[in-house]
């Protein structure tokens, strides 16, 4: 295991803030992560487990614990059949690498869930999900390191209750399980049917795409977002930074009265779309305290120069302080932040979340 000390989180997260972790321990097998976790229960350190950082922000304190960094590499076909394949991956690898993957071999299921940054082993976490794609759609079952009883097992794809956004994993039982590998059953059709989640169909039709391949959904995807999306690695995000606004159906009726575009979800429930907030607030574009909101998808924030959370808590407070006074509504913000407490044995929740489990303040929405 390889082991390293005071680490700077901002080098470990994609919206490059937070001050240093204690420890940070990369893990690339399984008698590692168990090393990691040993290490950790010997010396008294919370635990915090991290993928790419894409969707988690460090704070100026830093983490007085371990990180622990998931690199467990391999993918592999399990079986198949003409109908259907089951394909695994372990959990640090990049997840877009695992889509190619599977289109590369014409399997379909996960194809428009091309170029979300991250790794395999946080995807189920937060299901993740974009054009009309989640990953509970093809999830099987995922392989974990369960801290509390100290052994590997697998959880199939009912344990995880799997929402929009939110599982057992970033909920009630947040911080007990470390994610080693996941397995899907996907599609083994090189032909799919549409019609396709809107922007994408109005993206095949503008370019005459007709052959609806795995591989071609998947280029088309990442065409959308390669125009859309700021690539972290050049911009530093930590994607969508606010959660879409959630009503009641009464909440929804007086925000259509009121003239806002109110969108119905599959589960029935209404949502109301933050970065339109954000655009009629006039802040679409705006640069303040060394970060800006994207002048093409305004639910993103750039870190274009700032070093400290101080910044980032700064320019939150501004965008929400302003769009309430224009809307009436409340943002929320939507990545996670690594707690001071981290988990522990005892506690699987962070204790600053205790009373509010921490899919409360999970991802609540696609970007795209
Ligand atoms: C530009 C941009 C675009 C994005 N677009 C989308 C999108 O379209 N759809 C979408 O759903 N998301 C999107 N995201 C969010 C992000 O890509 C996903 O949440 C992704 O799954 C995060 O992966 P990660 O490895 O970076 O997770 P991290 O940020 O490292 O971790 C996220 C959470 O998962 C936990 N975790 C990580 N690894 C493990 C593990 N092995 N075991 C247990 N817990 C673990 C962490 O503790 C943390 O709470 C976007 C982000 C960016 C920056």
Redo the contacts with the bound molecule.
């Keep these: 295991m390889k082991l390293r000390e005071n680490v700077p989180i901002s080098t470990?997260?994609?919206?490059r803030l937070g001050g240093s972790a204690r420890y940070v321990a990369e893990v690339h097998n399984l008698a590692e992560v168990k090393e990691a976790y040993d290490f950790a229960r010997e010396n008294s350190l919370p635990v915090?487990?991290?993928?790419?950082?894409?969707?988690?922000i460090g704070r100026d304190e830093g983490f007085p614990g371990l990180i622990?960094l998931?690199r467990l590499k391999g993918m592999e076909v399990i079986e198949e059949t003409s109908d259907d394949v089951l394909v695994r991956s372990a959990?640090?690898e990049i997840?877009d690498d695992f889509v190619k993957f599977c289109t590369d071999r014409g399997y379909s299921g996960i194809e428009a869930?091309s170029?979300?940054?991250?790794?395999v082993?946080?995807?189920p976490?937060?299901?993740?999900?974009?054009?009309g794609q989640?990953l509970s759609n093809t999830l099987d079952h995922i392989e974990?390191y369960d801290t509390k009883e100290r052994e590997m097992i697998i959880l199939g794809h009912d344990e995880l209750k799997m929402r929009y956004?939110k599982t057992i994993?970033?909920t009630e039982e947040?911080?007990r399980?470390?994610?080693?590998a996941i397995t899907l059953r996907l599609e083994n059709f090189e032909h799919l049917e549409p019609p396709f989640y809107n922007s994408l169909q109005k993206y095949l039709d503008e370019h005459k795409i007709t052959e609806y391949s795995p591989t071609n959904i998947r280029n088309a995807v990442l065409a959308i977002?390669g125009d859309k999306?700021?690539?972290?690695a050049v911009q530093p995000?930590?994607?969508?930074f606010f959660k879409n606004v959630q009503l009641s159906p009464e909440e929804a009726e007086v925000a259509r009265t009121n003239g806002y575009k109110v969108y119905k979800k599959s589960d029935g429930s209404f949502t109301l779309n933050s970065g339109w907030l954000i655009e009629e607030a006039g802040l679409k574009g705006k640069q303040f305290h060394n970060f800006q909101v994207s002048d093409k998808a305004s639910l993103?924030l750039i870190n274009v120069n700032a070093k400290s959370y101080h910044e980032l808590d700064q320019v939150r407070s501004e965008i929400i302080k302003t769009v309430f006074e224009k809307s009436g509504y409340k943002l929320e913000q939507e990545?996670?932040e690594?707690p001071s407490t981290g988990f522990s044995e005892r506690d699987t929740r962070p204790a600053s979340q205790n009373s509010q489990p921490?899919g409360k303040s999970a991802?609540e929405q696609?970007?795209?």
Excluded at 12 to 15: A, G, N, P, R, W
Aim: proline residues 8%; glycine residues 16%; without cysteine.
């Design positions: 470990l997260t994609t919206m915090y487990p991290l993928g790419s950082g894409s969707n988690t622990i998931n959990g640090g997840w869930m170029g979300i940054p991250g790794t082993g946080a995807a976490v937060q299901n993740i999900g974009a054009y989640s974990v956004r994993l970033n947040a911080g399980y470390f994610v080693t977002r999306l700021p690539d972290p995000s930590a994607g969508s993103i990545p996670v690594i921490r991802n696609e970007l795209v």
